[in-house]
């Protein structure tokens, strides 16, 4: 179970890899953080946006865990919008279903 609330059949191929990688990450704190956060923006985020989204989730569950939750500076290649966003929805949306 992927935990998913945003159907595959809506997106192009480009963003059901995305949203495949958003909910299996390597840790459920992440699954969560970053699946919901997808299932919240991937239909209608930006081009340009995705492939921040894309770099953002090739980095580290550990690394980006702390980035969000501010216990490490992001460093600036990170720093991007749609990491901002990120962090922002996971500061007003709670980890539990």
Request: with cysteine; proline share 5%.
């Amino acid at each position: 179970m992927t935990g998913t609330t945003l159907s595959s059949s809506q997106l192009d191929p480009r963003r059901r890899r995305i949203l495949i990688r958003a909910w299996r990450r390597g840790t459920r704190e992440m699954d969560l953080m970053i699946g919901r956060f997808a299932d919240d923006r991937l239909v209608d985020m930006p081009e340009s946006d995705l492939a921040m989204f894309e770099a953002l989730i090739d980095c580290q569950d550990t690394d980006l865990f702390e980035w969000v939750t501010g216990a490490k500076p992001v460093p600036s290649e990170q720093d991007t919008a749609v990491f901002r966003q990120l962090r922002e929805f996971s500061l007003t949306q709670p980890l539990t279903r």
